[in-house]
């Protein structure tokens, strides 16, 4: 009947209707409302009053309700069109107070206004289904209590409806009825229809659109909640086999599914493959925690192995492997560890040792170069001090360097260092330098001594003098200072190669003059001066040499060494003991051959053969030089050969007299 549906407005102004006996609420009105009845009202109208495409109907109770004809659409309000012909319907006072309560009215309100009406229509129900049903008192207050939850709990829907887009809400409604990702549309339309919220989509096209995005969105939520129970499930199986003592690395999978076979944790997993495999897993998760714990055990022993190897100070970079396993051989950490373990651990001793030992050698040797490098320094301000006195200059030789400062302290410590420079490289660098700069100056120091006409003094020149001399000059000034005292050292050179120089010529013409004396073979021990001066005078050996008290020096010498030489023979002849047998005579001539080779091997290399084998200049001019250098040469020769030949000669003979004794031995 009309009279069990009660009308009740929801927060947001919308109208839904209560049925009082079976408390079901939806959104449409129901049938019992659709048919209009005449009001008793004599201003009420019988016939609905059509406008366009939209109807006006009443109730039982006289209020209003508007229908489209077209779209189906039933709703309280009124339309556009009535609104327009509201001042002049019969009930225009009530309907134009109803409209104001609804449209008017905050939501506060109409939550308030739609309690009292659903309140008062409570009661009426509550009076009807006592009259009809015959319930009892207590069962009509409970039945009363779950009303009112209801629309309250209806109450609260709304309001969330309202903050909520319609396809949420409809989405909403299938997760409440718990609907399946799998479900069909028709079949979840059983448990959706009769809610109020179905109602928010007004086209099945887009209920059924929401329905699939549902779905997608139901299937990766189960999935995700499968994905759980079962890590859930992994997580208990797994802690089971941790729980239970049984589980050893060496338990095989039947004899697992035996003793589990009855376990509610065990049985979750629903393949026996996947048993397996997670039973694998762990008996190799028990190996791997096994295995570790042996690993840490020996790495302990190896670390007090390793601490007995560093406080036995027998040990060192040089030990043997073999020394060190023989002695600890009887070791209570031998015997636990294998010898692989012990190899190891020695091996990284030794290794740390020697990195240790060429750390030290690395600092050593960078001490090493920083002393050998301050030594440098001090060498090189003492080649500065003696540059600054003087006695360092580009002319100056190592070996005079040497002299006089291999006493000084500096000179000692570079000496002494086996890495970085020695005392000679640096002194050949300072000096290379000196040279550089002196050559600069050399030509112009060569020039100076030209225009001035300097000539250099052993015995009075000095470097003031020079100074003095060169001073004269407009170049003077472009001479660097310390380039006057390398070429005084170099003019004091010149001079004195030129005195020996002289000195070696003399001492040759002595010789050749010597070598004439033995050649004349008409000079013997009683020969006198003045007559065999007039038989050489003419000879170049007698020319060059130029001196006659040297000349007659000379032939006193010759003399006396013939008459010595006479002397000597005859003592010679006239040993004691010694048997003469009539020797036979010499001739003149041999006599004074065999003399004058004994004088000439007297005479010592250079006084016989001169500075030169082929030089030979006479005198100082230089004339006939050709000739005087031949004959002179060609002599020489001569009297090498037949020494050499003498020697070889005498040679032969005693090597003869030497093998006859063996014969005869």
């Excluded at 995005?213 to 086999?241: N, P, S």
């Amino acid at each position: 009947m009309s009279n069990d549906w009660a009308e009740a407005i929801a927060a947001d102004g919308k109208k839904f209707y209560y049925h009082k006996v079976t408390r079901v609420s939806v959104w449409e009105i129901p049938e019992d409302l659709k048919s209009p009845t005449p009001s008793n009202d004599s201003n009420s109208n019988s016939q609905p009053v059509n406008i366009g495409d939209w109807k006006e109907y009443k109730t039982d109770k006289g209020q209003k309700y508007y229908y489209n004809t077209v779209s189906g659409v039933r709703q309280w309000d009124a339309p556009p069109e009535f609104q327009q012909k509201a001042t002049t319907s019969s009930s225009s006072p009530q309907l134009s107070s109803s409209g104001s309560n609804i449209t008017t009215t905050s939501s506060n309100n109409m939550t308030t206004s739609s309690q009292q009406v659903n309140n008062k229509d409570l009661g009426e129900s509550k009076d009807s289904t006592t009259n009809t049903n015959n319930i009892d008192t207590q069962q009509q207050q409970q039945q009363q209590q779950q009303q009112q939850q209801q629309l309250q709990q209806q109450q609260q829907l709304p309001q969330q409806q309202n903050k909520e887009d319609p396809i949420q809400t409809f989405k909403n409604l299938l997760t409440d009825n718990s609907i399946s990702s799998i479900c069909t549309f028709e079949k979840a339309l059983k448990s959706i229809a009769n809610d109020e919220r179905y109602q928010v989509l007004k086209t099945m096209s887009e209920r059924k659109q929401a329905f699939l995005d549902y779905q997608v969105d139901r299937k990766k939520v189960e999935q995700e909640e499968k994905r759980k129970k079962e890590k859930k499930a992994k997580e208990d199986f797994i802690q089971l086999l941790r729980d239970s003592k049984e589980v050893t690395p060496l338990m095989s999978w039947r004899r697992a599914s035996l003793y589990f076979e009855s376990e509610p944790r065990w049985e979750a997993i629903e393949t026996e493959r996947e048993r397996e495999s997670l039973l694998h897993d762990h008996i190799q998760e028990l190996e791997q925690q096994e295995k570790n714990q042996l690993m840490s055990v020996k790495k302990e022993q190896m670390k007090v192995l390793r601490q007995k190897l560093e406080l036995d100070p027998s040990i060192n970079v040089f030990t043997q492997w073999r020394k060190v396993r023989d002695q600890f051989e009887n070791d209570e950490v031998f015997q636990i560890l294998d010898k692989f373990d012990f190899l190891t651990v020695f091996e990284s001793f030794i290794r740390d040792l020697e990195k240790k030992l060429d750390d030290q050698k690395r600092l050593e040797k960078e001490k090493l170069k920083k002393d050998s490098r301050k030594d440098r320094d001090n060498f090189r301000e003492l080649l500065n001090e003696n540059f600054k006195n003087g006695e360092l200059h580009a002319l100056t030789k190592w070996k005079t360097f040497k002299a006089n400062n291999e006493n000084h302290q500096s000179f000692i410590n570079l000496s002494q260092k086996s890495i970085g420079s020695t005392p000679l490289e640096l002194f050949s660098d300072y000096k290379d330098e000196l040279e550089i700069k002196y050559e600069n100056d050399y030509k112009k120091l060569k020039e100076i001594l030209k225009e001035t006409n300097f000539k250099y003094i052993p015995e009075s020149t000095t470097l003031e003098s020079l100074k003095s001399e060169f001073s004269k000059h407009s170049n003077y000034n472009l001479i660097q200072e310390f380039n006057f005292l390398p070429y005084l050292e170099y003019l004091k050179y010149k001079e004195e190669s030129r005195e020996k120089n002289l000195a070696k010529k003399k001492k040759k013409r002595i010789s050749q003059f010597k070598i004439l004396l033995t050649e004349t073979k008409s000079i013997n021990k009683s020969s006198q001066w003045s007559d065999i001066q007039p038989m050489i005078e003419t000879k170049k050996e007698y020319i060059d040499l130029g001196d006659d008290q040297e000349r007659l020096r000379i032939f006193k010498d010759y003399i006396e060494f013939l008459v010595q030489n006479a002397v000597d023979e005859e003592e010679d002849g006239n040993e004691e003991g010694e048997l003469v047998l009539s020797p036979k005579k010499l001739s003149g001539d041999q006599s004074s051959s065999k003399k004058r080779r004994s004088y000439i091997d007297n005479l010592d290399d250079e006084d016989r053969y001169g500075s030169g084998s082929g030089s030979g200049s006479g005198s100082g001019s230089g004339s006939g030089s050709g000739s005087g250098s031949g004959s002179g040469s060609g002599r020489d020769r001569d009297i090498r050969d037949r020494d050499r030949s003498d020697r070889d000669r005498r040679d032969d003979r005693d090597r003869g007299r030497s093998s006859y004794k063996k014969e005869k031995r």
